[in-house]
């Protein structure tokens, strides 16, 4: 016992929310390099819903994994490993198009949109 009467899921809500933010500067910082952007409660609250939405399109292809080939549920990580690749698309592409870009990239690139 750490001292906190946290049950399951609370405990998994204050861990999701930590992570999405250590994720949301570590992005910020190295893989975007938006150090000279001020920071703006626009780019992390949708960088927040983004990993929600990650979050649950994570959940749903391991799901529909194990549904459509129930015999991978004796072999978990597989769903696991085919779940978090699906997310890691989403939320990297979410995140390059439209948190992190700039007003310069969407000029250059007609695809990205405000």
Same mark, same amino acid.
């Given at each position: 016992?750490?001292?906190?009467?946290?049950?399951?899921?609370?405990?998994?809500?204050?861990?999701?929310?930590?992570?999405?933010?250590?994720?949301?500067?570590?992005?910020?910082?190295?893989?975007?390099?938006?150090? +000279?952007?001020?920071?703006?409660?626009?780019?992390? @609250? *949708?960088? /927040? =819903?983004?990993?929600?939405?990650?979050?649950?399109?994570?959940?749903?292809?391991?799901?529909?994994?194990?549904?459509?080939?129930?015999?991978?549920?004796?072999?978990?990580?597989?769903?696991?490993?085919?779940?978090?690749? +699906?997310?890691?698309?989403?939320?990297?592409?979410? @995140? *390059?198009? /439209? =948190?992190?870009?700039?007003?310069?990239?969407?000029?250059?690139?007609?695809?990205?949109?405000?």
């Amino acid at each position: 016992m750490t001292g906190f009467d946290f049950d399951h899921y609370r405990a998994r809500a204050i861990s999701f929310a930590i992570a999405v933010t250590a994720t949301w500067y570590m992005n910020r910082r190295w893989v975007f390099e938006r150090n +000279a952007v001020p920071v703006s409660g626009r780019e992390y @609250s *949708s960088y /927040f =819903v983004v990993q929600i939405l990650g979050a649950i399109i994570n959940l749903s292809v391991f799901v529909a994994v194990i549904e459509l080939l129930p015999d991978l549920a004796t072999l978990p990580v597989i769903p696991l490993a085919i779940g978090a690749a +699906a997310a890691l698309l989403f939320n990297f592409t979410m @995140s *390059s198009r /439209f =948190v992190f870009a700039t007003s310069v990239d969407k000029k250059t690139d007609p695809g990205r949109t405000q």
